[in-house]
Each structure stands twice: as C-alpha cells, then as structure tokens.
C-alpha cells in the first residue's frame, strides 16, 4: 500500500502564495508518477498538475504559469507552489499518486484551499 499524507492548505487573500506538500510512504518505491486534484463545491474533481519520477509535468491550463509541481524523489514528498491565487482556486485539494505494484492510484485525505476576494 501507499499512504499520502498532505498539509499546507489554509487561507489566503487573492494574488498570495501557498506551497502544499505530500509525503508518501508504504511502497513509496514503487510510486512513478504524482499529482494534485482538486474538487470545488459543486464541480467535478480535475487535473491541477502531475510529475513523473524523471520529472516531466503537466498542468491544467488554468493555472499554467502560476503553479509549480516539483518532487523530492529521495523523500518521497511532491510539492505544489500556488502563486497569484485566484478565488477560482477554492477547492479541497487531493495528492495522488500513481503505483508499478498496484492497478488503482492512491489519493490524500484531501487539504482545504481557501481564496479570499
């Protein structure tokens, strides 16, 4: 199994900056791609960015040049820095990552994202 443990949501006013973290752990070895979801009220959970352990990333247009995934593949830990939040940004976010060992991907607890007009 792999555990995701997620942290650094909170409330901030528009145009701030949040960094989220999510540290794996379990069969974190075998965990060759991460990413952030988010899910607002009402709306469909969707794609924010996504790593690979060679380091290719995707993003969601919405928040190409704004965000930036990086990952600590030592460690295990994946980070999504958010700067010049937007309140279309309010969204519970969730860590996901992607396993060799298991045909179903592993998702966080979930971290709140509050942006204030």
């Known amino acids: 199994q792999v555990q995701l443990v997620e942290s650094g949501g909170g409330l901030v006013q528009a145009g701030g900056s949040l960094r989220l973290s999510c540290a794996a752990s379990?069969?974190?070895?075998?965990?060759?791609?991460m990413g952030w979801y988010r899910q607002a009220p009402g709306k469909q959970r969707e794609l924010v960015a996504r790593?690979?352990?060679?380091?290719?990333?995707n993003y969601a247009d919405s928040v190409k040049g704004r965000f930036t995934i990086s990952r600590d593949n030592a460690e295990n830990t994946v980070y999504l820095q958010m700067n010049d939040l937007k309140p279309e940004d309010t969204a519970v976010y969730y860590c996901?990552?992607?396993?060799?060992?298991?045909?179903?991907?592993?998702w966080g607890q979930g971290t709140q994202v509050t942006v204030s007009s």
């Open positions: 996901n990552a992607a396993s060799s060992l298991y045909y179903n991907d592993f």
């Open positions: 379990g069969s974190a070895f075998s965990v060759y791609a």
């Open positions: 790593i690979t352990s060679g380091g290719r990333t």
